[in-house]
């Protein structure tokens, strides 16, 4: 067992005054891009309006037992107007918003928006057991519109808003079904609140769009059109499905282009191809006579939906299709249907943006739930700006990120974007994506730690509990790693009324989502409780070492078994959850009522696993009954071996650091 007062050093979300009930003052600076002080500013937190100094400066007091976040909103004549979303665990180890630069309005420059993937069928309206239905018959586009309205002020701010639906869209019954292993389709109803929400734009171009051949595809154009969204990618021909949006935005033509990456292994295909309908099939000759048909002066906006699901990084056919296409034109492009974020890469000063994962979907798999926004400036046909607004899909309803969810978000899309020479740098609590010289900062979590035990370089991000720290030859070995739970400290739960899918929860087992969050669990005597993940976690890195680590308070004798189960490649999800064997990673008794922390280190599995979840079995040993709160739980696979004295790692970026003694 780790001893945590030397070696483990974790993400401490419950200290400082946002645990304690009290409330924060929080101070901030916005600036134009120059870092140039703006005149008519304006600053609201929630519906308060706050006072801003003459050099940008502001400062409210939040009330660390607010629930839900609120939205602080910026704007300054002239600018571009910033909205953000704040809330308690953003400030439970800073209390300053890094500054929020505003970018210019100029003639020839607009702001878009693109989202991930978009669908309303399945879970939504048939949950799993115990769950709580989000969409009823009786009022499908209210409860469309309730799931987007957290959301809806950041897509409203763009010029022109762009999202990917992976569904077909009807209200009768669809029989002409593909013989594909997953189909379903939307209600018309979802076009609908999607344009109610901000959007403009539908990419078409994904391998849901065909599920139920024309018969589908005849509802889905109709419903388009009568909620106004444009779109392209979808046909009932190859030449409609390949036929380009043009929109006219700041005096400048923008086309809109929609691919799927792939026509499938089935007959007939999901793509089109002369008269047979479908999503526009992606090949480099066909984007490359795509955008070489485009009026000369027209921005070539490229969606292709492809790649590998749930993998960390794009493939090297995405990579080198992505690329070709800059080169045959392309100024922009974005790729979906991983289902997880993947990172980015500037070529040739063009923004690639490899997945944009999830938007609104009913994935329970835990990383398909880290979501951004994308909000992209250009000038004409040139990159000015983009910048990424974390997305936490949480119950299947998309919201601004906040906390420990939002770092996490953010730190994968640096880790996965670094080895591309892209830098991502904080904006508030937003973060701007660029390409950079090279030169690299090890991002690890400082958070617990006395101020000379490693010296602090800059602050990252500006997200709570994160910093940049510069690890010397001066100190222990060390190495770093990765939490990949990111929900152990339980403060996103019930936020904006969502519900807990994470938790195995039953009648001794509880999330407690007020003041300090935790899992309680209540023995009778001689009672075991067994709680953990209820599904698999899907990305995970094989025979990585990782530690599974937390802190516990009991009241009463008991004992903690810390659990690894696998499904097997091929295993039915159903048939794991119920069958598939446990290994134990780690067990501890407490015998002392009070606080403790506890931390066992073990291997990943190797071979023949397609995905892994943690289990906690909680045993009362007195007779007489205990409790139990589980918090500040975490899952860290290290990325790099002991690294000696002298030995520095590079280009690593990390949640966690890990002392030897």
């Not at 929020?100 to 100029?106: A, D, G, N, S, T």
């Not at 029989?175 to 999607?194: I, M, N």
Request: with cysteine.
């Amino acid at each position: 067992m780790l001893k945590f007062n030397s070696l483990l050093l974790v993400m401490t979300l419950l200290a400082g005054a946002a645990a304690s009930g009290a409330s924060v003052t929080v101070s901030g600076m916005v600036t134009g891009e120059d870092g140039a002080a703006l005149q008519a500013l304006h600053v609201q937190v929630g519906a308060t309006i706050i006072a801003v100094d003459e050099s940008g400066r502001f400062a409210f007091t939040f009330g660390c037992d607010t629930q839900d976040p609120v939205l602080l909103r910026v704007s300054a004549e002239g600018y571009y107007p910033a909205v953000q979303a704040v809330h308690a665990t953003d400030f439970t180890n800073r209390t300053t918003i890094p500054p929020i630069e505003l970018v210019r309005r100029q003639a020839g420059r607009s702001l878009l928006l693109f989202a991930g993937d978009a669908m309303l069928s399945r879970r939504y309206f048939k949950p799993v057991s115990g769950e709580p239905v989000l969409v009823r018959d009786a009022s499908i586009e209210r409860d469309a519109r309730g799931l987007l309205q957290h959301i809806k002020p950041f897509i409203e701010r763009a010029d022109y808003a762009s999202v990917n639906l992976e569904s077909q869209l009807s209200s009768e019954a669809l029989t002409e079904r593909l013989p594909k292993s997953v189909t379903f389709y939307s209600p018309p109803a979802l076009a609908d609140a999607l344009r109610w929400a901000g959007f403009d734009y539908a990419a078409l171009g994904n391998n849901h769009m065909f599920d139920y051949q024309d018969q589908g595809l005849r509802p889905t154009l109709r419903a388009l059109q009568r909620s106004g969204l444009d779109y392209s990618g979808g046909g009932f021909n190859e030449a409609q499905a390949r036929e380009p949006v043009v929109i006219g935005i700041e005096g400048r033509p923008h086309a809109f282009l929609s691919y799927v990456g792939w026509p499938g292994t089935f007959s007939p295909s999901q793509s089109a191809a002369g008269d047979k309908g479908g999503a526009a099939l992606a090949t480099s000759d066909d984007i490359a006579e795509d955008i070489g048909k485009l009026v000369n002066n027209a921005v070539a906006i490229l969606q292709v939906h492809a790649g590998l699901e749930y993998a960390a990084h794009p493939a090297m056919s995405e990579r080198s299709m992505y690329r070709q296409a800059i080169v045959d034109g392309a100024d922009l492009v974005l790729g979906h249907h991983p289902h997880v974020l993947q990172g980015f890469e500037i070529y040739a000063d063009r923004l690639i943006a490899y997945s944009l994962g999830n938007f609104l979907f009913d994935q329970y798999h835990y990383t398909t739930q880290l979501g951004m926004l994308l909000y992209v400036w250009m000038d004409g046909d040139q990159l000015h700006r983009a910048e990424v607004v974390p997305l936490h899909i949480n119950g299947y309803v998309p919201t601004p990120a906040t906390g420990a969810m939002r770092y996490s978000i953010l730190h994968r899309l640096a880790r996965l974007s670094d080895d591309r020479s892209v830098c991502m740098q904080p904006n508030g609590l937003h973060a701007t994506v660029s390409g950079c010289d090279g030169a690299r900062t090890q991002i690890v979590d400082a958070s617990g730690l006395e101020p000379a035990a490693l010296p602090i370089a800059v602050d990252s991000f500006g997200v709570s509990p994160l910093r940049a720290v510069a690890i010397t030859a001066a100190h222990a070995p060390y190495r770093l790693g990765t939490d990949i739970l990111r929900r152990g400290d339980f403060e996103y739960a019930n936020l904006y009324g969502t519900q807990d899918k994470t938790w195995i929860e039953n009648s001794q087992v509880r999330v407690v989502a007020h003041d300090k969050h935790h899992l309680r669990i209540e023995l009778a005597a001689g009672e075991t409780a067994r709680t953990g993940q209820k599904v698999f976690e899907r990305v995970f890195s094989a025979s990585n070492p990782a530690t599974v680590s937390g802190h516990i308070r009991v009241s009463g004798p008991l004992r903690l078994r810390v659990m690894l189960q696998r499904r097997r490649i091929g295993e039915s999800l159903s048939d794991a959850l119920a069958n598939t064997a446990l290994t134990e990673i780690g067990q501890v008794e407490f015998t002392q009522d009070g606080d403790h922390s506890f931390g066992f280190d073990y291997v990943q599995p190797r071979i023949a696993t397609r995905s892994v979840r943690l289990l906690f079995d909680i045993e009362e040993l007195s007779g007489d009954g205990a409790t139990a709160i589980l918090d500040d739980l975490t899952w860290v696979e290290w990325h790099t071996p002991w690294l000696q004295r002298g030995e520095n790692a590079a280009a690593v970026h990390a949640t966690h650091v890990q002392l030897q003694p």
